[in-house]
């Protein structure tokens, strides 16, 4: 299984920002489908963000035009940033790698994300 390592959670108040930062260990952003999820406590994993290999972009409702994911192919890495940051959006915030075809499905150890006064 390829490492990802994510990084950037943290505790921010209502309206900051946070950049959250998911890193592959091999050259394998640039030819998977890359994506954030998150699951808060009692809830189950949602996907908040998407990059399909062909560029297609998906976000969930409740984050579009807060949050942007990007990727970078030369680095390997995919980004997640979230701005105007709400109570709502606390979770573990998950990075996701996978093959187009699903010969692969590998995952991040998770992030904290608290957003809280």
């Known amino acids: 299984q390829v490492p990802l390592v994510e990084s950037g959670g943290g505790l921010v108040q209502p309206g900051g920002s946070l950049r959250l930062s998911c890193a592959a260990s091999?050259?394998?952003?640039?030819?998977?489908?890359t994506a954030w999820h998150r699951q808060a406590p009692g809830k189950q994993r949602e996907l908040v963000a998407r990059?399909?290999?062909?560029?297609?972009?998906d976000y969930a409702d409740s984050v579009k035009g807060r949050f942007t994911i990007a990727r970078d192919n030369a680095k390997n890495t995919v980004d997640l940033q979230m701005n105007s940051l709400k109570v709502e959006d606390t979770a573990v915030y998950y990075c996701?790698?996978?093959?187009?075809?699903?010969?692969?499905?590998?995952w991040g150890q998770g992030t904290q994300v608290t957003v809280s006064s």
């Open positions: 996701n790698v996978k093959s187009t075809w699903g010969s692969y499905d590998f």
């Open positions: 990059i399909t290999r062909g560029g297609s972009m």
């Open positions: 091999m050259r394998i952003v640039a030819f998977s489908d």
